[in-house]
């Protein structure tokens, strides 16, 4: 399997050893050792938890610099989320917005709410297919597809194989500019995407399955947040249309997208903790009635992304308030001879979606039985108290990283006493 590239970072230098991280992690991927987290790149599905509840900051994003896109592009393309839209106060037209963004040096924006209404229709067709497995879920969220293919392998051919909105936007506007700029070329053109979290950023690096990106940069939406907020104050009367409506606005907050799809039979859920419940619930066949499924990893959805600077409950009600007089939506499909169910091959991924198992015990399946066991009868000894003070986040997780060798069972300090209370029993005297 080749090597994710991530988008969370450590910095050691300012790591207290805390173990608040190491709480809320979802996958387990972190550890405290010799003082200080130690992040495993092999389970991390940077979904950003760690960088919410780090008291020091020592968990970062790692996203593009405005001053890192290359010279030679001509064209710069910005592609805002309508995440985008709720971090700011008081805004009722979207065009002050995409006007802000032209002057802070793009040359074009391509709202990623027109590709998510497109990406809502052609939902509605896959619907139509009759042998797709049910229930369908949501490629939109990359923390959730990284999660399925590392933990949830019977629910990989759930995922529908459909492009995200964001990589729908990127490809349009490219093909757009070249139509009305025919003096430019493929390499003149870039685009940015303005991330709420660094679970996009990662799906830029990674692609999805073998499927790779078009989208050239990605920065970060606190970063453009503070530039915006500065050029929207000089605007007077924007220039530049929205081209999105309702159902494109809705994608930011958690229940949009599977609302667009006019069918009852949904479940949206938002935050890491809910959807890992949920597709625990998925595989076990407690939904057998749902058709779709949405899930967010971030609460309230991409508004409460690691990266955003409002409260996402409070950006959620922002986009309720702008969305309320917009058309239902403004990027329709023609009518043409395609059946109900026809999705064309360009919005589709060029390979499915597959396991990526990783952290596995043993290549050999005799050796990993053994070494299972082995993690049992070590567990039996733990207080099974999940405190956290051995530099895991569990008991079980602790005795599973005695058995691979990365610490010894002696560096639990509930254990340790009580084999101290044993040893001066035995000896008949107190404890000192």
Avoid at 348 to 373: C, E, F, K, V, W
């Amino acid at each position: 399997m080749a090597e994710y590239r991530h988008s969370v970072s450590l910095e050691q230098d300012k790591c207290k050893g805390c173990t608040m991280c190491l709480k809320h992690c979802p996958t387990e991927a972190i550890r405290i050792r010799d003082g200080h987290a130690v992040i495993n790149s092999e389970i991390c599905i940077d979904c950003g938890e760690c960088i919410r509840v780090c008291p020091h900051k020592a968990k970062k994003a790692i996203f593009d610099k405005l001053e890192d896109i290359a010279p030679h592009y001509k064209w710069r393309i910005a592609l805002p989320p309508p995440s985008l839209y709720g971090q700011f106060e008081n805004l009722d037209d979207v065009d002050y917005v995409l006007q802000g963004l032209l002057d802070c040096g793009f040359d074009e924006v391509f709202e990623v709410a027109r590709a998510a209404e497109i990406v809502s229709e052609y939902t509605r067709r896959y619907m139509h297919k009759k042998d797709v497995p049910r229930p369908v879920i949501s490629p939109a969220c990359p923390t959730i597809v990284r999660l399925i293919r590392l933990r949830f392998p019977f629910l990989c051919d759930n995922v529908m194989p459909m492009l995200p909105p964001v990589e729908v936007a990127s490809r349009m506007a490219k093909a757009e500019a070249l139509k009305k700029h025919p003096e430019l070329c493929e390499d003149d053109i870039c685009t940015v995407f303005i991330s709420p979290c660094p679970a996009k950023a990662s799906y830029v690096k990674n692609g999805i399955s073998k499927n790779r990106s078009s989208i050239d940069y990605v920065v970060s939406m606190s970063e453009m947040y503070f530039k915006l907020i500065g050029a929207m104050k000089a605007i007077e009367t924007p220039k530049v249309s929205s081209e999105s409506g309702m159902i494109g606005i809705s994608w930011a907050s958690s229940g949009g997208e599977a609302s667009a799809l006019f069918n009852d039979r949904y479940l949206a859920a938002d935050g890491i903790d809910n959807a890992i419940k949920v597709l625990d619930e998925i595989e076990t066949g407690n939904f057998p009635y749902l058709e779709f499924v949405e899930l967010n990893a971030c609460p309230g959805g991409c508004v409460g992304g690691a990266a955003t600077v409002e409260n996402p409950y409070i950006a959620k009600v922002r986009l309720q308030s702008l969305r309320r007089y917009l058309p239902i939506s403004l990027n329709r499909l023609e009518k043409g001879e395609e059946p109900d169910d026809y999705v064309p091959a360009d919005m589709t991924l060029d390979s499915p979606i597959t396991y990526a198992p990783a952290m596995r015990l043993n290549a050999n399946r005799g050796i990993a039985m053994q070494m299972m066991s082995d993690i049992e009868k070590i567990y039996e000894l733990l207080p099974e108290i999940d405190c956290g003070s051995c530099g895991a986040p569990t008991c079980r997780a602790f005795a599973e990283d005695v058995v691979k060798g990365e610490c010894k069972v002696e560096e639990c300090v509930v254990y340790m006493r009580e084999r101290m209370r044993e040893f001066w029993s035995k000896r008949g005297d107190e404890e000192p």
